[in-house]
Every structure is written in C-alpha cells, then in structure tokens.
C-alpha cells in the first residue's frame, strides 16, 4: 500500500471532488503533506467512474487505478451480469486488472481467486477488496500462464486479455491479444469446467467461433446502445450450435434477444413498403447479426436487404431497438424541410442510405433536436427514401 494512501489522503480526494484537477496539481505549496498527482489520479477516476462504477465511488476508501486500466475495465452493471450468467462455487480471474469482474464474481464465490502480472494493480486490488469487505478474494502476482499450472480446478475460469499492443494499438483478434486465449484454451480446460472469454466489441463473432472451438454460449453486452463486450462460454458439455444472447441495458430496461446462427440461417424473410410502425435494432443485435430472425420472432418484415429496418402495422412493443411511428415519407429538398422544421432541429438517422447523417445535416442546415426524426433509407425497390417520425420507445 502506498504510503500516500492515509486517512488524511482519503479526507483530502473527498474534500476537492469537485475542484479542477488542472489547477489543484498547481498548488503544492499549499498542501505540503499532500501527494498532490495521486490525489489528482483519485479525483479524475472517480469523475470518470462515477455513472460506470457507483458503488466503487460511493466508498470513499476505494483507490481508482491509472486512466487506461479504468477504461478498459467492465461496467458494475455489466460486471453484475456476468456473474448471474454462470453457475458456480469457486472462481478464478486470470487477468484481474482493477478487480471489477473479480469483486463481483466473488459476491456469489465461496472461494474466489485474482491473478494480475500488473504490480500497482495488484496492490490497488488488495486495498479495495479490504475496503468493499471482500477480504475473501485471493489476490496473486504474476503471469496468467506461468501461474495456471500450479493453480487447482475452479468451477469458473473467467479471462479477460489485454486488448493493447506495446505501442498501444487496440487489438481485435483473439489470438493477438495478451494473453493468447486461443494457445491458452487447452490449459484452461484441464483447470476449469467453464471458461467464459471476454473479448473487445470489434471482434469477428464468427472468426472467435471457429478459432474458441466449442463454444456453449454467446453473450453481446451493450450499455445504452453502445456495444461493450463479446462473452463467450465454454464447458464440458459438446455444442455446435451455440446460442446467443444480445442485451441493451437503456435507462428503462434490459433489451434481451435469444437466438442461434441455425436458426438465423433457416428463418424465413419478408420484405415490404414501409407501413404504419418502424423498428431500428439495438447495436447488440446488429453486432450477433440476427438480421433474418427478427422478422420470424416479431412478425415484421424488412424495408430492404441491407437496411436492417423493419415495419409492421401492429405495434410490437417488445422489440430489442428503437420504435418509431412513421408519420410521412418527404424528399430530400430544404423548402420542405424549412416548411416541417422551421428552427432546423431534426434528429437524423440514415441507414443505408447514399448519404451520410453528418452530410446530409450540413447540406441542408439541419441539426440534431426536438422530437421528430428523420431517417434515411433505401427501399426493397432500390429508391432511397426520407421517413419523418415519431420516436415511441
């Protein structure tokens, strides 16, 4: 533990919450006793962390690490969810980082066991699963591969690799990551009964599919809209067929869609004109690609091949996505759109469509706003068309 961190630190980070780290780092004559760029590192974590981690920065004794592990670490509320997924006793983390997915992995763990090859993560770790009462939580330094073999069989290997390369390149591939999940698969078998991967949103679903093997389950996690992770769960149990679960959490609800790429193959697909109801999927569903079997589940059909927009004269409020009340079809000309949006304010949406939104917006002096929205489509007749809406859901 760094001597830094004292009852007079904490006092201090929580006293200057709301102060301009810029500016407080400046002012070190004034608060000699103080270490002035940790406490700055404290303040600017818990800014950032505040709506992704509320009961870390709730507690005033947690320690918050250095700007690029708190980026890469997973949400509570996806952390939460990760943990409901699996059934298990004993848990190891074997790429623990900020101790995120362990703290919370560990709330349902009679034993539970972080290894991370990051000393100062390590030791922030440590302070933290002391001050959030999880003193439980077996922490180890050093590698995840070198550390396996003399480690006993869990219930749950949970594995998150570093996404970074030495210049700090975001990496997508499974097998370029740090550790290499996929050389690494056949030691994590003989270690543990289930392995759930974390892998980076912009992975290839499919290509993770045929490097993982047999792979039970698929998880695509968003968090309003924004695709955050790629889950996959591995066990005992042989599956070529794995299903896949897409979630959105919104500030009203989880969006949960279930499918498999079999049936998304076989499910049949109708096209028509636009009708009275519009639907925009979420990007957890976009990202599983279950383009065909939205139609099949909901009893929609689809404006064009490519759109990835759906309609519908009945209302299916269940959908996973947005929901839009089609109000008229309007050409793309700026005496029409001066005459329906006089203060220019329109939010734009363009799927597929020639041109796109920040274009479309700058060419007819339109800007994001009020309670319309248009959205930019091309048709089953090839015609690109401007739909004016109402947003429902």
Not at 171 to 192: F, G, I, Q, T
Not at 371 to 383: F, H
């Amino acid at each position: 533990m760094k001597s830094s961190w004292i009852a007079e630190f904490f006092d201090f980070v929580q006293a200057h919450l709301k102060e301009d780290p810029h500016k407080l780092i400046l002012q070190g004559k004034k608060y000699p006793n103080i270490d002035l760029k940790e406490a700055v590192v404290q303040i600017t974590g818990r800014k950032k962390g505040g709506v992704k981690l509320p009961e870390w920065t709730a507690n005033p004794m947690v320690i918050f690490p250095p700007a690029i592990s708190l980026e890469q670490c997973s949400s509570q509320q996806t952390a939460e969810y990760k943990a409901a997924i699996c059934s298990y006793e004993s848990v190891l983390d074997l790429t623990g980082g900020f101790g995120i997915d362990t703290f919370y992995f560990s709330k349902k763990a009679s034993k539970a066991t972080y290894v991370e090859r990051q000393e100062v993560l390590v030791e922030i770790a440590k302070h933290n699963f002391e001050a959030l009462g999880a003193s439980h939580i077996e922490v180890i330094h050093g590698e995840s591969e070198a550390i396996l073999a003399n480690l006993p069989v869990y219930d749950l290997l949970y594995i998150d690799p570093a996404r970074r390369d030495d210049i700090n390149r975001k990496l997508y591939k499974l097998e370029d990551c740090s550790p290499n999940v996929v050389a690494l698969l056949p030691r994590m078998k003989e270690k543990a009964k289930q392995i759930l991967i974390k892998a980076s949103p912009m992975t290839d679903l499919q290509q993770a599919l045929v490097e993982l093997g047999q792979v039970t389950k698929v998880f695509v996690l968003a968090v309003q809209n924004d695709c955050k992770e790629l889950l996959f769960l591995i066990d005992q149990k042989t599956n070529n067929n794995p299903s896949i679960t897409t979630i959105n959490f919104t500030k009203e609800e989880a969006q949960e869609f279930t499918f498999s790429l079999a049936d998304e193959s076989e499910a049949e697909v109708g096209y028509s004109f636009p009708k009275k109801y519009l639907y925009e999927p979420n990007v957890a569903v976009l990202k599983a690609g279950a383009f065909r079997m939205l139609c099949q589940k909901f009893g929609l059909a689809k404006l064009h091949q490519n759109s990835h927009l759906y309609t519908s004269d009945e209302l299916n409020k269940n959908f996973p996505g947005r929901l839009f009340k089609v109000k008229e079809i309007l050409k793309a000309n700026k005496k029409i759109f001066k005459q329906y949006y006089p203060d220019g304010k329109v939010n734009v949406i363009m799927r597929n469509y020639p041109v796109k939104a920040n274009q479309f917006k700058t060419q007819y002096r339109l800007q994001d706003g009020g309670e319309t929205y248009l959205i930019g489509t091309t048709l089953q007749d090839g015609r690109a068309t401007l739909l004016a809406c109402e947003r429902l859901k």
